[in-house]
């Protein structure tokens, strides 16, 4: 059973997976990716993942778990946390511990193994858009999971350790850190501004135009004042907005339009750099909040977290975010 | 001039450092650690470095910037943040700036090219904590700095750019992120407690002894109860202090010995590898705090910050604290 447990200091909440057991030998520095071979994701490949958990054809007799699939959802086959088993809070002397459960699942994107998401057509990627809203939808119904974190890896630099197109998620028994760290800092920006400091964010880029990657009628992207990588990217909804679950169908074709454009606009300036991205939103059954703005966050892999960074929490970025912008929106796509 | 800016939800500061223009095709994904040929850092080669700002010797005329020397300090010559200028503090509407002022200096830790930390003879080690502390008192003079953080990346993985053995310093004028949470998570439990959480934590450590690599008069070595890292190991002074500057001879001494110890036996259980450590104290000039315990904390590199991990704040650890400081208490040193 993995563990979740407290640094009793900060608060920071660490993951103990003990689904392998590893030995010092059985770590090995650099994880290269497979390529070629094999590949579980591929159709035909159903019985070597779990079974799925949500799937989207475009063939009306279309099976369970066989080919014929647009798109389909299963659970990790080596999850980070497990999914059955109660939470079992306890303390250990000053220290604070909880049972590993939750949810990890894996979006697979595209049964094409030759096609990246920057690469997927639209009426490809708005799937992957809905299939997060319908994970979120239905993960919210566990009352022991407070937050669902969507992200993407793109890349062996990045984490992925499969080439074949996918996100992940991870539904988790507490909000954290960095999601309860935004909405706290966005809870005191209003409670002084009574005004959501997203929407700020939104209005004042707009004006100064000196950020923004992309635009339309309902979201913005821009490379935000303070990144933590060269390159790193924001998606923001025009209107507010603190869940994901706030979209209606306009929506979801415009922002798979805004991130398809940014993606191909990241692309033609790195090609094929690795990265992430992640889905910033309120927590599970959380009341939609005035002061707090759901968003993703794209952040290319080109720097390396060393001992200033760990230790301080510092980054260092060697390319002014405005510069970035321009170099984003002057790429040929 | 490099730049300081904050993130305005969460209070994340950046460095902006623009010293090397680059371009998006500058970006090279993986830096590679240059082997063999020149090294800058070698007797000889003095003069491929700015001019040093400290340096022991054992020869009583040796020069300065002359071969002789035991260990130098010298000023990065490409520097994160300079040193010249003022902070000139401003607002950018809702956004807040200042220029990024501050020391970057790289502490040479042997003449010997081929000399790791790891195997460093005592004598020369403790050349290296004391240059620290040499640096630190110099630095807190400066009233633009409020925070000096001491850190060493080893290995290519880890972001070394370079082999010769070497820590590095940057002077702040602001106290990160990470050693303010500390701060105050440490305060809060000592306004209900009325203890420091680290001697609490110290004592229940050596109460268990299940998590202890290593223990002298003086120090401490745990792996720590929800450590990021598999293998991550924190150093601790058993008496209460809170700023590094508050170790006398024997504690120089005793450091010495522990860090020495640790670092052998993390090398005989992973052989040669990568990892950050960074020093944790009290702000420049504090007033000594009852709440708050300077310590060392050391990183093996031996997992990816990927797209949870960013989003999320989490860190998903493969090896249970106990077991790693089983493994490293078991090893022939």
Chains 1, 2 share one sequence.
Not at 45 to 63: A, G, I, R
């Amino acid at each position: 059973m993995p563990e979740l447990r407290k640094d009793p200091i900060i608060g920071r909440w660490i993951i103990i997976s003990t689904e392998r057991g590893k030995r010092p030998t059985d770590f090995i520095v650099e994880k290269s990716e497979t390529r070629g071979g094999f590949c579980p994701l591929c159709p035909g490949n159903e019985n070597t993942t779990p079974p799925e958990v949500l799937n989207y054809s475009s063939t009306s007799d279309h099976q369970a778990n066989r080919p014929g699939w647009d798109l389909r959802v299963v659970p990790n086959k080596y999850p980070a946390l497990v999914i059955e088993g109660s939470l079992n809070k306890e303390g250990d002397g000053l220290y604070d511990r909880m049972n590993g459960i939750g949810a990890h699942e894996v979006i697979i994107e595209t049964p094409d193994h030759n096609e990246t998401f920057t690469n997927l057509p639209p009426e490809r990627m708005i799937k992957v858009f809905l299939a997060y809203r319908d994970r979120l939808l239905d993960l919210a119904q566990d009352p022991r999971f407070r937050y669902v974190m969507v992200f993407k890896n793109f890349g062996a630099a990045a984490g992925a350790s499969l080439e074949h197109s996918h996100s992940q998620l991870i539904a988790l028994p507490i909000v954290p850190r960095m999601i309860s760290s935004e909405i706290e800092g966005s809870l005191s920006y209003y409670k002084y501004k009574e005004r959501c400091i997203f929407c700020d964010i939104i209005r004042q880029e707009i004006n100064q135009n000196k950020r923004v990657v992309a635009e339309n009628e309902l979201f913005l992207a821009i490379v935000p004042y303070a990144p933590r990588s060269p390159f790193e990217m924001w998606i923001l909804p025009k209107r507010h907005a603190s869940s994901y679950l706030a979209m209606d169908d306009d929506h979801f074709k415009a922002l798979t339009a805004i991130f398809s454009e940014c993606m191909r606009r990241l692309d033609t300036c790195i090609p094929n750099v690795p990265y992430n991205f992640v889905l910033h939103g309120a927590p599970l059954r959380s009341q939609p909040l005035d002061h707090y703005h759901w968003h993703f966050e794209i952040m290319p892999k080109l720097t390396m977290i060393a001992g200033f960074e760990w230790g301080s929490g510092f980054y260092i970025n060697s390319i002014p975010p405005e510069e970035a912008a321009q170099y984003l929106k002057d790429a040929a796509i």
